[in-house]
Each structure stands twice: as C-alpha cells, then as structure tokens.
Nanobody
C-alpha cells in the first residue's frame, strides 16, 4: 500500500511554468507505475502522464506532450510533473496516483493523493 500527498500547485500566468510533486509513503513505491491525472471544472478526471516503476518509460496525453515532463526519484519516493508553456486550459486539480500498470483510465489506479490546484491565468 502507498499513501500519496501532492504539493506545488498555485497560480501562474499563461506561458509560465510550474512544478507539482507527489510524496509517497510505504515500502513498495518503487514497484508502482506512477501517474498524474487532472480534473477540470465540470469535466471527468483525465490522464496526463505516466512513468514506469524504473523511470525508463513515460507516456503523455497528446494535449501536454512536449510541454510537460514526468519524473520520479525512487530513493526519495517522489514523482514530479514539470509543466511548461502553461495554458489557461491546463487549469485543473492535479492528482497523482499509483498502480501496477499504465492505463489512461482513472479506475485502474487504487491509490490517489488529495490533489493540488493549478490555475493558469490568461
């Protein structure tokens, strides 16, 4: 089992950058695929990025490809999402989650953080 806590959200202007992080507790962090989802107002939770347990494989939603970078540090039990060239439509609550394999469907992941708000002003 793993517990997740996000941090680093905030308000940024369009075109700016922000980094959100997720700290995990539990012994088996380095066996989980880690992902970021986001939920915009009145929208369903959507897949943003994923990273394999080793960090050797990453996947991104088309909407963020080339702008966002996911990374992890297994020694520190953290996963981060560097967000560049932010757009107003990136405004959402960002959640990290852990699971045994990569999937773009939220229900595939049993462990979730509480979320952190990212707001991009135009």
């Amino acid at each position: 089992q793993v517990q997740l806590v996000e941090s680093g959200g905030g308000l940024v202007q369009a075109g700016g950058s922000l980094r959100v992080s997720c700290a995990a507790s539990g012994r088996t962090f380095d066996t989980y695929t880690m992902v970021w989802f986001r939920q915009r107002p009145l929208k369903e939770r959507e897949f943003v990025a994923a990273i394999s347990w080793s960090g050797g494989s990453t996947d991104y939603a088309d909407s963020v490809k080339g702008r966002f970078t996911i990374s992890r540090d297994n020694a520190k039990k953290t996963v981060s999402l560097q967000m560049n060239s932010l757009k107003p439509e990136d405004t959402a609550v960002y959640y990290c989650a852990a699971g045994r394999y990569t999937d773009v469907v939220a229900r595939a992941y049993p462990y979730w953080g509480q979320g952190t708000q990212v707001t991009v002003s135009s």
